[in-house]
């Protein structure tokens, strides 16, 4: 599996058969890098073998992390410290 077009995770089936396709789940936990991350998969395999599979991917948004604030969440402060000015700047022209 590749993130972002570099190498993250290497998974290789060990339940190889020559007359049966095999299925294996793997799983695998990462922290996206930005707004935006590219999720990549590629066939290691020899050119000859087109015996491969790739089924039933899926993500799952585990929320945000711990600690790390939403990259609105200076922006919205902002917002609302320059509304509690303005209010502010209001009421001491009406005084």
């Known amino acids: ?49 087109n015996d491969n599979g790739l089924d039933n991917v899926v993500l799952t948004d585990l929320g945000p992390v711990a600690g790390v604030p939403e990259p609105s969440a200076p922006f919205l402060l902002a917002g609302i410290v320059g509304l509690g000015g303005i209010v502010w700047r209001k009421n001491c022209k009406r005084q």
Not at 14 to 31: G, I
Not at 33 to 47: H, L, M, Q, Y
């Open 1 to 49: 599996m590749q993130l972002n077009d570099s190498p993250a995770f290497t998974d290789t089936n060990s339940t190889v058969s020559a007359t049966t396709q095999n299925w294996e789940q793997f799983t695998h936990t990462f922290l996206a890098g930005g707004a935006s991350t590219t999720i990549g998969f590629r066939n290691a395999d020899p050119v000859s073998d």
